[in-house]
C-alpha cells in the first residue's frame, strides 16, 4: 500500500526549532571577565571604563571554568571592557583552554606585544578578535578614542607577523562607517584576518549614542546589498537578521540565541541573557548562588520562559516574520519599545513608526561602570529630534499613552 | 575521497566534543571550529559504537539500527567523515 | 548478514529520512550569540 500525503509523519522539528526551545548546556557563552578598560569608546555595550570591586576572583573564574568543562560549553567569547587589562588574563586563558574549553577573546590591541602574539599564534585552542570601528584613524577615534586606531593596527601586524591565523577584525556598523566597509575588507584580508561586522545596539553608553550613531535606513539597505554579495566571506555574528525582510535571507538561522544557546557571565558573575541585554529585566541569576552557572542555565525562570515559544506579537501578521522574528529583542527594550512588537529599525518603517507613538520612556542601563576622571567620559552628542504630528500608528496601540506629549512640537 | 562503505572503520577525530542533546547531539570541532547537529539519538548510538574500531556495518548492528534506517545512516557517516568529526582508520 | 544498501521498500517512506536530514552543519556564525 503506498503511502499518501495523508499518511505522511509532520515534518521533523526543524534546527531551529531544537535551538529555540534551549539546550542542555550554552554552545558557548560570552564572559565580561572585567568592566576595567583602558579606553572609553562611546558606544560601549557594557558601559565599561572602571573595574567592578565585586569582580570575580582569579579562584572563582576557575570554578567557572571548571563547571563549563562539566557542562562541556564548547568555547567562551571572553570580552569586558578590556579583559587583558587583568593580571590573570593569560592564567585564565590557559587555564580555559587546558580544561577543554576554547577561547576566543576580543580585544582594543593594548597588550598585544610581540611576544604575546607569538604565544597566541602557538595556542591552537585561541582566537583573537581585535575592534575597530572606523577604517581610518579619523573615523575610528571619534567613537574610540584617541590613539585607539593605532593601538589596533599595531595589534594586527604583530598577530600577522607572528603567523596567528585565527584572527578577526569585528567591527560595530555606525553611520560614520558604512561608506568604509570595502577598506575595512582590505585591512582584514591584509593581516590576514576575517572581517566580522556587527550591529550597534542602544547598550551599555550606546543608549545615548545611539539615535545619531546607527545606520540610516539608506545605509541599512547598503549594508545589506554589501552583505550579500560577500556571502559567507564576511562574518556577522547573525546580527543583522532584521534586514533579511530587504530580499533573501543572509546567511544564518536567523535565531536569537539568548538564554537558548548562549548567555553572558558579567564581572561579578551575574549571568544574563546577552551581552547587549544588561538589565534586570534580562538577568538570570549570579554564579555564586549555590547551584552555580549550571543551575541558572537549566532553571532560572528568565530562561525558561525564552524557552517558551514565543509569540510574534504584532508582527505575525508580517510576511518577514519567519527570517526577521521581529529583530532584536535587546534593541526594543533599550528604546522603550515592547517585545512583541516591531523592531525599532524594523525595515519596513514600522519600527520607526512605534518609536513615534511611544511615551519615549526608556529603561536605563543597570550599571554605569566609565570612567569619571581621565580620560573625560564623551558627552552625549547634541540629539537633533524631528517630532511630526503622530499619524495613526500601523501596529496597534501598545498602551493607553500612546501618544508623545512633545506631539506636534518641533525640535532643532 | 573514499566512498564509506559497511567495511569502512572510522573513529572521531580526537579533537572533537560531543555533547548529548535530547533530540541526538552537538558535535564540535576544535580544529576546524565546525559544529554539526546530529538529529537522531540513534546516530549517535552509531558514533559511540564506532569508537571501538568497529566496522560501520558492526557499529550498526550495536547500535540497533533498523534497516529501512540504514542508507540514511551511511550517507550521514560520509557527511560526518567528510567535515572530518569522522575520521578512516587504517586497515 | 543482511547488506545494508539495498534500497528501502516504498512504504517504509515513514520511517526513512531524507538523505542528509540526519547530520546538519550549524554555520558557528548562524546565531546571534554564538560567534
Known amino acids: 500500500m503506498s503511502s499518501t500525503v495523508l499518511d505522511r509523519p509532520a515534518p521533523a522539528p526543524r534546527l531551529i526549532d531544537h535551538f529555540e526551545s534551549g539546550l542542555n548546556s550554552p554552545i558557548c557563552l560570552t564572559w565580561e571577565l572585567t568592566y576595567a578598560c583602558n579606553l572609553s569608546c562611546i558606544h560601549c555595550l557594557s558601559a565599561s571604563g572602571r573595574r567592578d570591586p565585586r569582580e570575580l576572583s582569579t579562584d572563582e573564574c576557575k570554578a567557572v571554568i571548571d563547571e563549563l568543562q562539566r557542562m562541556q560549553v564548547f568555547y567562551v567569547n571572553i570580552g569586558g571592557g578590556e579583559p587583558t587589562v587583568r593580571s590573570d588574563f593569560w592564567e585564565i586563558v590557559d587555564y580555559a583552554t587546558s580544561h577543554d574549553i576554547g577561547v576566543k577573546f576580543s580585544t582594543n590591541g593594548v597588550k598585544i606585544t610581540s611576544e604575546i602574539a607569538e604565544k597566541l599564534a602557538l595556542n591552537d585552542y585561541v582566537d583573537i578578535q581585535i575592534s575597530m570601528d572606523g577604517a581610518t584613524a579619523e573615523v575610528n577615534d571619534a567613537i574610540r578614542g584617541p590613539g585607539s586606531y593605532d593601538l589596533a593596527i599595531r595589534a594586527l601586524e604583530r598577530l600577522s607577523a607572528a603567523g596567528m591565523t585565527r584572527l578577526k577584525l569585528s567591527v560595530v556598523c555606525t553611520r560614520t562607517n558604512i561608506g568604509q566597509l570595502d577598506q575595512f575588507k582590505e585591512i582584514a584580508d591584509r593581516y590576514g584576518a576575517q572581517l566580522r561586522l556587527t550591529r550597534l545596539r542602544p547598550a551599555g553608553r550606546g543608549a545615548d549614542s545611539w539615535h545619531d550613531l546607527r545606520p540610516t535606513q539608506e545605509q541599512q539597505r547598503e549594508l545589506y546589498q554589501w552583505l550579500v554579495a560577500r556571502g559567507e566571506e564576511v562574518l556577522t555574528g547573525d546580527s543583522f537578521f532584521h534586514l533579511s525582510a530587504l530580499g533573501e535571507s543572509l546567511p544564518g538561522l536567523n535565531l536569537c540565541g539568548a538564554g537558548r544557546v548562549v548567555c553572558l557571565i558579567d564581572p561579578i558573575g551575574d549571568v544574563y541573557a546577552c551581552p547587549f541585554a544588561i538589565h534586570e529585566e534580562f538577568l538570570a541569576g549570579n554564579i555564586r548562588g549555590e547551584g552555580g552557572f549550571g543551575e541558572v542555565w537549566r532553571e532560572s525562570e528568565l530562561f525558561t520562559r525564552l524557552r517558551a515559544p514565543q509569540t510574534g506579537g504584532a508582527c505575525n501578521s508580517c510576511p518577514f516574520f519567519d527570517t526577521c522574528r521581529g529583530g532584536c529583542m535587546a534593541a526594543k527594550f533599550f528604546t522603550g519599545l515592547p517585545l512583541d512588537g516591531p523592531d525599532p529599525e524594523c525595515v519596513r518603517g514600522f519600527g520607526d513608526d512605534a518609536l513615534a507613538a511611544s511615551s519615549g520612556e526608556r529603561p536605563k542601563p543597570s550599571g554605569d561602570h566609565s570612567h569619571r576622571t581621565s580620560p573625560p567620559r564623551p558627552r552625549p552628542v547634541a540629539l537633533k529630534l524631528e517630532m511630526q504630528r503622530p499619524t495613526a500608528p500601523m501596529a496597534p496601540p501598545v498602551s493607553a499613552c500612546n501618544v508623545s506629549p512633545l506631539a506636534g512640537m518641533q525640535l532643532n | ?91 | 548478514m543482511d547488506a545494508i544498501t539495498t534500497p528501502a521498500p516504498a512504504d517504509a517512506d515513514a520511517t526513512l529520512v531524507e538523505a542528509n536530514e540526519l547530520v546538519e552543519d550549524v554555520s558557528i556564525d548562524g546565531m546571534c550569540g554564538v560567534y
Not at chain 2, 13 to 39: I, W
Open chain 2, 1 to 91: 575521497m573514499t566512498d564509506i562503505t559497511p567495511d569502512s572503520v572510522l573513529r572521531l577525530h580526537n579533537r572533537v566534543s560531543v555533547r548529548p542533546e535530547p533530540f541526538g547531539a552537538l558535535l564540535y570541532h576544535f580544529g576546524t571550529r565546525r559544529l554539526s547537529f546530529l538529529k537522531s539519538p540513534a546516530l549517535l548510538a552509531v558514533v559511540d559504537a564506532l569508537q571501538d574500531d568497529r566496522t560501520v556495518a558492526d557499529a550498526l548492528g550495536v547500535a540497533e539500527v533498523p534497516d529501512a534506517m540504514r542508507p540514511a545512516m551511511l550517507r550521514a557517516i560520509t557527511t560526518l567523515r567528510d567535515s572530518e568529526m569522522l575520521v578512516e582508520v587504517a586497515a
